[in-house]
């Protein structure tokens, strides 16, 4: 990263109201070079991709203005490799959702037809969810992330509202003041 490509990391990151060691944290990696990029010393393309990605941003929003042509040319090469690894990834989780949802419709269907077609249509559907997580979260998103490394699994509600609720860094107690206790 040349000095004529200024950088908005900070900016993004005390928007978030995260400090170093939190963006440090949260893109996995080291807080040196958090220290680095927000010096505007040189960075490769992988790093930048955490650090966008755990900013909820593209990659060119980490730049104000970028001058060099050459690194314009390669961030906009991830972008869309992004772009399409993200999409890839959609379809075939999408694919797995709508056939425990397709195999459920006809399973409900013919359930009916039996005397004890409730316990068969309540066991698919919870016990099926069920095993759609485990193997959502055993085999499919490991083997995503192996095939799809520019690309992340969408967090379910849940989860999001869970980071919603995380107290941010100006709410929690200071070391020294803990320490002053």
Known sequence: MNSV?????????????????????????GIRTVQRLEAGQDASLETLSLVAEALHVPVRELFTVIDDEALSNRVDSLQDRADQQQAARDRISGAWRWLYVGVGVVLTLVAFTFPQGLVLFLGYWVGGYIILVAIRRIYLEPHLDEKYPLSRAKEPRRARRAAAKRPS?????????????
């Not at 490509?5 to 949260?26: C, D, M, P, V, Y």
């Not at 100006?170 to 206790?181: G, I, K």
């Open 5 to 29: 490509n200024k950088t908005r990391i900070i900016e993004l990151r005390q928007a978030q109201g995260w400090t170093q060691e939190r963006l440090a944290n949260e893109s996995g990696v």
């Open 169 to 181: 860094p100006s709410s929690e107690v200071p070391l020294s003041a803990a320490e002053d206790v």
